[in-house]
């Protein structure tokens, strides 16, 4: 069991260039999100999907999309990158909604744009 | 939407002491996990604990969910247990299941 995995590791962007961050689990849990960490602070949800299928905005999502491919896999996509979007991404499952269930999260990835 | 505060936000401590750390959170919640993210950047489970107390090891963790906080202890400290710890409670609007974090509290403990 694997758990949440998430790749790349690390990322260096320019300005303006796009990338997408994958993102699998394999504890057939139900929802997947998508935080941000800023230096100093807790994580900030940017995207989440509840089941497979349906995706929703959380408190962050501007200039970010994402898909949900299948249920395991949940995919985090910069159109165009920012420097304001330099952080640290974890990707995170959990087996319900409404957050009843323990989540779980990816190692995360380090990601800066010049 | 609900707050969650930690106490203290920096700690540091000689190997071998003990510590406690709280968490406020602002309203009513079923569930609370306490994380450690490691000098690496990993976080690691510690305890899901909506109510009552947990031990595991030398880490335990209470939560007194009608009076809104929860305690992580932590005794004989290492300088593996160094790092930021976390306390996450879920955010309940509408059919929102993320977790809402606190600011951490930067634990250092040196030899």
């Known amino acids: 069991n694997a758990g949440v995995t998430q790749t790349p590791k690390f990322q260096v962007l320019k300005t303006g260039q796009s990338m997408t961050l994958q993102c699998a689990q394999d504890?057939?849990?139900?929802?997947m999100y998508w935080y941000r960490q800023d230096p100093g602070m807790g994580l900030r949800l940017i995207y989440y999907?509840?089941?497979?299928?349906?995706?929703d905005k959380g408190e962050v999502p501007n200039g970010y999309n994402v898909s949900r491919l299948n249920k395991r896999e949940f995919s985090l996509r910069l159109e165009s990158a920012a420097p304001s979007q330099t952080s640290v991404y974890f990707c995170?499952?959990?087996?319900?909604?409404?957050?009843?269930?323990?989540?779980?999260f990816g190692p995360g990835t380090r990601l800066t744009v010049l | 939407g609900i707050q969650v505060e930690q106490s203290p936000p920096d700690l540091i401590l000689q190997e071998g002491a003990n510590s406690t750390l709280r968490c406020n959170f602002s309203?009513?919640?079923?569930?609370l996990q306490w994380f450690h993210q490691n000098p690496w950047g990993q976080l690691i489970n510690l305890f899901y604990?909506?109510?009552g107390t947990k031990q595991n090891g030398r880490l335990s963790a209470t939560t007194v969910a009608t009076e809104r906080y929860s305690l992580l202890y932590i005794s004989s400290s290492q300088t593996t247990d160094s790092g930021v710890y976390f306390c996450?409670?879920?955010?309940?609007?509408?059919?929102?299941?993320?977790?809402?974090f606190g600011k951490g509290t930067k634990l250092s403990v040196k030899p």
């Open positions: 995170a499952s959990s087996g319900g909604l409404a957050g009843g269930h323990e989540q779980f």
């Open positions: 504890m057939n849990h139900n929802s």
């Open positions: 999907s509840a089941s497979e299928g349906t995706t």
């Open positions: 309203d009513s919640v079923n569930n």
């Open positions: 604990i909506p109510s």
């Open positions: 996450a409670v879920p955010h309940y609007g509408g059919s929102q299941g993320n977790l809402i």
